[in-house]
């Protein structure tokens, strides 16, 4: 295996060995980093699994997010906005503050006050981030929910945050189409009298029906007071909830508190990316997602970041798209998904390559296991050999990284689909089903062992069920639901959610597993594993198939294909049948819908799809899987 010492870093082992020595201590020593107006009087109240950090403090997370940076730099850019019709445009840290400030006032005057639940559901707009940092400068909970959700979606998680207040616009775009927002919001509310006001931001000039609740964001706004004095919040005061979409049952809301929170991101943040002032950064998520609340909205602006944000399908009009963005902006650290790496892999290196990437420094992943080819593709492709890839794990519970190279602290060699190893301060292992740390390179489950800084508060009025979700396996360590394997220089090679698995003949397959055993290959692409009942073997592999351009399917390929995935996984991972598809069902944040490939597998309810990017996929899915049917039914018949 090929690994790579390139990183940024000064060796700074020192920083290791304090946080090891005393993790709770080296925690108090990175806030020292943040502005409080008062300061705490304990670093670290546990009662597990209950964590308070910074007892007493008070702190504010607008106030650290802008205040900070434009008592410093008023004139320095906060934002670089483009949205995919073109339109673009840009904001100082002293026109954020003026704005966040205006629209603080604006909640205030609705009544809005310190813990009250506001629900956002903008585009990935300016006003997106606005909205978020108005909320957490007078205290209120913000819940943001992802634009592509669905009118129940978003009844579900107003009525279980009783939020008082939504924020919405007329509509987004979103490959070249209007995504009506307004009219959504009006079909989830529309017999709601919890909910007071909805404020419209006019942004697609798409028509809308006002009504009595309704107020237009510009009718407010811009007559508003642009000063608005941060509330001086407790550390424990809750700055959020996030719901995580589940297969059944009704979404958990993740609690996320503000004193460690901002804490976890402002250390995690430096030390990942090792950002500087010259820097101009651009995550590709959707602040609707844990991803673009930590490492969008507070953590760059917590550092005085300039950052890039887009809206729109990364890919459109043109696949180039991203690579228009880089030569555009000179960005310098691209932070994406393997999802998209892989869909941009598809186009083959033509794109990229006729695009200056000269400015890239840093390049990061984000949002599950990245495979080694993709790996090296990046790295190789997209930055010339030059740029450390920083492979994170972390997830919506944690608040920020967990596992991750740390170029802004220390040059390591890299392991192309390694996430390498836990941060300073995290105490992360491998353990069996009775918690026993296990030898290296064995695969087990991911624990966290100590509580960390970002860790959620709770979940939404949900005390049991945090217990129940995240430390009913084992009692003293928080478990995620991951598999991993931590190799014998203490890397960590993540394997999927533990959940994710299929029973073939007694032994237990990780999907990830197979599907970048499948991604290895030269020919392919993208890869979407699932199993289906099996009289025999308890389950069938099914996969599902994405090819690279110019490459197209054959039987000669297929058998190319299984013999392969049987040398690189073994012969027990041979699939029972493979399909070509043009297309894969995923979510608007490039992740692949695995629960609706198996729901269509087992020929169950489909269930809510207003994520998909394309609904076209799951017409591809459901009419390969119709013919895999009639092809079994045909076999049982001869």
């Known amino acids: 295996m090929n690994t790579y010492a390139i990183g940024l870093g000064n060796n700074d082992i020192l920083t290791r060995k304090r946080a090891s020595q005393d993790f709770v201590a080296f925690w108090e020593e990175q806030a020292n980093n943040l502005h409080w107006f008062e300061k705490w009087s304990k670093p670290l109240e546990w009662n597990p699994p209950f964590a308070r950090w910074f007892v007493n403090g008070k702190i504010n997370a607008s106030y650290n997010a802008l205040d900070v940076t434009a008592q410093k730099n008023s004139s320095k850019t906060a934002i670089l906005w483009e949205g995919e019709n073109g339109e673009r445009r840009s904001f100082t840290y002293q026109e954020l503050l003026n704005y966040v400030c205006k629209v603080a006032n604006v909640l205030k005057s609705l009544g809005v006050q310190s813990g009250d639940r506001v629900t956002v559901y903008l585009p990935m707009i300016p006003e997106l981030i606005v909205s978020l940092l108005a909320c957490a400068r007078i205290g209120a909970i913000h819940t943001v929910i992802f634009s592509g959700f669905s009118s129940q979606s978003i009844r579900d998680r107003v009525i279980d945050s009783k939020s008082k207040v939504i924020i919405t616009a007329d509509g987004g775009f979103r490959r070249g189409e209007v995504v009506k927002l307004k009219g959504v919001v009006d079909e989830a509310i529309s017999d709601l009298d919890f909910v007071e006001h909805v404020l419209v931001y006019q942004h697609a000039r798409n028509p809308i029906t006002m009504g009595k609740k309704d107020l237009r964001w510009s009718d407010l706004v811009t007559t508003a007071q642009d000063v608005c004095e941060p509330e001086k919040l407790d550390s424990a005061h809750p700055l959020y909830i996030l719901y995580t979409s589940g297969t059944t049952g009704k979404p958990k809301g993740v609690l996320h508190g503000t004193g460690g929170y901002l804490v976890h991101l402002y250390s995690t943040f430096k030390w990942i990316f090792d950002i500087k002032e010259s820097d101009v950064y651009f995550c590709t998520a959707d602040i609707g997602w844990v991803t673009g609340h930590s490492y969008v909205v507070y953590a760059p602006l917590m550092h005085g970041a300039t950052q890039v944000m887009y809206e729109g399908a990364i890919i459109f009009p043109t696949p180039a798209r991203i690579w228009d963005l880089v030569e555009r902006y000179k960005i310098s650290i691209l932070y994406t998904t393997p999802t998209a790496l892989r869909m941009f892999m598809k186009y083959g290196d033509l794109l990229p390559n006729s695009k200056d990437l000269s400015s890239l ?23 010339k050999e030059r740029c450390p890839i920083v492979d994170t794990w972390w997830q919506t519970e944690t608040g920020g990284t967990l596992v991750s190279p ?39 489950y991911l624990v966290v062992r100590d509580p960390w800084p970002g860790m959620l508060l709770s979940l939404w009025e949900d005390d049991e069920k945090y217990k129940s979700v995240y430390w009913s396996k084992y009692k003293t360590m928080y478990y995620p639901g991951d598999y991993a394997i931590q190799d014998k220089d203490g890397y960590f090679w993540m394997l999927g959610r533990a959940d994710d698995v299929l029973k073939v003949a007694g032994h237990r397959l990780g999907t990830s597993e197979i ?68 297309k894969l069902p995923k979510t608007r944040s490039g992740k692949i819908m695995r629960r609706l490939l ?18 076209a996929a799951v017409d591809e899915v459901r009419t390969a899987f119709n013919e895999l049917s009639q092809t079994i039914q045909q076999n049982k018949t001869k």
């Not at 392991?415 to 695969?443: C, M, Y």
């Not at 994405?546 to 039987?555: A, C, D, F, N």
């Not at 597998?601 to 998909?612: M, Q, R, V, W």
């Open 515 to 582: 599907e970048s055993g499948f991604v290895s290959y030269k020919s392919v692409a993208e890869a979407a594993v699932c199993g289906i009942p099996h009289e025999v073997k308890g389950e069938s592999i099914i996969v599902f198939l994405v090819l690279r351009e110019g490459i197209t399917s054959s039987k000669e390929l297929e058998r190319e294909l299984i013999e392969h995935i049987r040398k690189v996984v073994g012969p027990i991972a041979t699939p029972d049948h493979l399909y070509f598809v043009s």
């Open 406 to 444: 740390v170029p802004g602290l220390e040059t390591i060699p890299l392991k192309p689909g390694s996430a390498t190893r836990g941060l300073p301060g995290i105490n992360v292992a491998v353990v069996d089903e009775q918690g026993n740390e296990l030898p290296p390179d064995t695969k087990g």
């Open 361 to 383: 420094r840093l390049l990061g992943t984000v949002g599950e296991p990245i495979n080694p080819e993709v790996w090296e593709w990046y790295f190789r492709v997209i930055g």
């Open 598 to 615: 198996k729901s269509v597998a087992n020929n169950e309810k489909i269930g809510d799809i207003s994520t998909l990017e394309d609904e």
